[in-house]
């Protein structure tokens, strides 16, 4: 038994270590090169900095963003997930410089994201097996990250948590505990109040997962927990959510303006050369 929790431990802190230096490597081109240039990537600092001033101010849950759009404000920080620019606006106070505080954070969630796919993977596969699919994912979510010029801040910091609901969801089901039901609710929670997106992709991909996973004999055990997890996600983050669906009207890009023609959605689908030909 102790040669096994041994080997168990030895296994793990290796695991830890190949994704550590995984994460470093991944992340090196943004750490030396720089920041890739992109047309959101403005916005998400603009949001951070709007966190770091408003807390300056001892307004630790603002609602408005009084510098942005020239000076007459924005209401974005209302609406997009605060969790990803809370982060971001700490680690500015640590290091005193918004591109240190930037690469900090890819590598953090990198780093935190393949932490959850090595013990997801570890549970129903090889060690070994484990730390191939973490290493893939920190090269896989850089890379895509890279891709798209960093504008997608908030969707590769959404990426971090992502794991941990299907680690906790796998646990879950598996075990049934009071223990796993908390920690898959503080997994939910946290990735609502990072991304919406991101939530709506994970949780039809977190439904087919669970799916996949139950049979008659424990559907009904299956499914009060679960029930009980997103009664505890629900409460937790009604202080976002609530203002978010009382006040969407704010928010005019469901207009036609935004939804049609150029912007609209349509021709950025596959295969794009025949929509954008039209």
């Known amino acids: 038994m102790f040669e096994l929790i041994k080997k168990h431990q030895s296994d793990t802190r290796f695991g830890l270590l190949c994704i550590f230096i995984a994460s470093c490597v991944s ?4 750490a030396i090169l720089g920041i890739p240039a992109g047309t959101d990537l403005q916005q998400h600092l603009q949001f951070a900095a709007a966190y770091h001033n408003a807390i300056l101010s001892g307004d630790f849950f603002p609602g408005w963003s009084a510098n942005e759009n020239y ?3 924005s209401v974005g920080i209302r609406f997009y997930p605060p969790i990803p620019y809370y982060l971001l606006a700490f680690t500015q ?3 005193g410089n918004w591109y240190e505080s930037y690469w900090l954070n890819v590598f953090f969630w990198t780093f935190l994201g393949c932490v959850g796919i090595y013990f997801w993977v570890k549970d129903s596969f090889s060690a070994k097996s484990a730390i191939a699919a973490a290493v893939h994912y920190a090269f896989m979510t850089n890379h895509l990250f890279q891709i ?3 504008g997608l801040f908030a969707e590769f ?11 906790f969801a796998f646990r879950l089901i598996k075990h ?3 223990i796993y039901i908390l920690l898959f609710s503080i997994s939910f929670s946290v990735l609502i109040l990072m991304h919406i997106p991101l939530t709506i992709i994970g949780s039809i991909s977190l439904g087919i997962y669970i799916l996949s996973l ?3 004999g424990n559907f009904r055990r299956i499914l009060i927990n679960f029930l009980t997890a997103f009664g505890l996600t629900a409460s937790a983050t009604a202080f976002y959510w609530l203002r978010f669906i009382t006040e969407i009207d704010w928010v005019k890009h469901s207009s036609s303006q935004y939804s049609s023609g150029y912007a609209g959605f349509q021709i950025y689908l596959f295969p794009t050369f025949y929509s954008m030909g039209k």
């Open 93 to 95: 106070f640590l290091t």
């Open 27 to 30: 992340i090196l081109p943004i």
């Open 71 to 73: 000076g007459f404000g």
């Open 157 to 167: 910091a959404a990426s971090g948590i992502l794991p941990f609901c299907f680690f």
């Open 176 to 178: 049934g505990t009071t």
């Open 148 to 150: 798209y010029q960093a």
């Open 214 to 216: 139950m049979n008659r």
